[in-house]
């Protein structure tokens, strides 16, 4: 008898957030290279989108869409209203999956979903209602319905257990990683060109909400007194203004930095490849996705100490603990300065970085993925 693992691949549809679209993707190839013998996997996701939406994914056994569409379908997910894809083994890379009664015992069906960013819980005020309210009526009906939910950090799991402790018990730990066979591509010069990007930068990843911490990066840069550009990525359309402002009032020139939204892996490593250092200033609970590419392409890392950063981070780079925004900049700074005062220091926190950027792989996630599915 064949088990099949059935994967929401919502994202792959009707993609609404770039690192989940990424990370879902690189979880389901992961899935199907792993797949013990005598099992198979199946994606599942919304209509509409593009006939091969799915065909990024080679060696899916089958593929099952709703007669809804996303947006429709995460209504109809959050009434718990039956979605016709429900029934066997799921696994959703995020909360988006029927979460309804069902019985694993019997029937063997299992529903395990997928919390990276506690930000509708931390930081509401930063996210449209509807989208905390969608998140937080999910999570209600995980703590109900969920045979177990994965975070990818252990701080992470302490704080959702804060929040749903009706969770106890059925929270997993499975950690995110670079994209598979991510590396600086050979032809990096061009890409950062035809990105308009200046060569040997500072970089930094996030936008103006508050809980970003971006002035407080870009005070740490003006602070460390390098005289070095900035590149500041993963910027959504229309924040490029806000960013140049922020900029100025922490005493970085307009001219100094250069915005760019999300990018696709490669031009993301050619980015990477250019960078002296990245510098991560927030400290809110969220899968540092960022610091993780960094640690797998060896770029030196400075990072705000933060639950989630001590353990990802761990020894592959610089933790600065501070207590207030002034008190991180300046930490920031001095370590940003340090780190690169001298080119064997710098090699010597790239050499740190990569090898601890090699404790995470897809690979692994999806073993532990499967292990999971069959201790339910």
Do not use: Y
């Not at 960013?117 to 931390?122: F, M, N, V």
């Amino acid at each position: 008898m064949v088990a099949t693992l059935r994967v929401m691949l919502d994202q792959l549809v009707a993609p609404s957030e770039p690192q989940l679209a990424e990370a879902s993707l690189e979880l389901a190839r992961a899935l199907v290279v792993a797949a013990p013998d005598g099992c198979e996997v199946e994606g599942i996701g919304p209509a509409g989108g593009a006939d091969d939406a799915f065909a990024a994914v080679p060696g899916l056994s089958a593929v099952r869409r709703s007669a809804l569409p996303r947006r429709e379908l995460a209504g109809a997910l959050q009434l718990g209203v039956g979605s016709g894809l429900g029934g066997g083994m799921i696994h959703a890379p995020s909360l988006f999956a029927p979460l309804v009664r069902h019985d694993r015992v019997h029937d063997h069906d299992q529903t395990v979903v997928t919390i990276w960013d506690l930000r509708p819980w931390e930081a509401s005020s930063e996210l449209p209602r509807s989208v905390v309210g969608w998140h937080r009526a999910m999570l209600k009906r995980a703590a109900k319905h969920a045979d177990a939910v994965v975070v990818p950090t252990h701080s992470l799991a302490t704080r959702l257990l804060e929040i749903a402790p009706s969770l106890a018990n059925r929270v997993r730990v499975i950690a995110g990683a670079a994209p598979s066979r991510f590396a600086v591509p050979t032809d990096e010069v061009g890409r950062r060109r035809g990105l308009d990007l200046p060569e040997g930068f500072v970089l930094i990843s996030g936008g103006p909400p508050p809980s970003e911490n971006l002035a407080t990066a870009l005070a740490a840069v003006a602070a460390s007194g390098i005289d070095l550009p900035v590149v500041v990525i993963d910027v959504e359309e229309g924040d490029e203004p806000a960013v140049a402002d922020i900029a100025s009032a922490a005493g970085v020139p307009e001219r100094a930095v250069h915005v760019r939204g999300a990018l696709d892996p490669a031009d993301r490593a050619a980015v990477f490849g250019g960078a002296v250092a990245l510098v991560a200033p927030s400290r809110r609970a969220a899968f540092p996705w960022r610091v993780v590419d960094a640690l797998r392409l060896g770029v030196p890392v400075i990072a705000a100490a933060s639950a989630v950063h001590d353990e990802v981070v761990l020894d592959g780079g610089v933790l600065v603990s501070a207590t207030g925004a002034s008190e991180l900049s300046d930490g920031l700074g001095a370590a940003l300065a340090s780190a690169l005062a001298s080119t064997a220091q710098a090699e010597r926190l790239g050499v740190l970085a990569g090898d601890r950027g090699r404790a995470f792989s897809w690979r692994e996630a999806a073993d532990k993925v499967w292990l999971l599915h069959a201790e339910l």
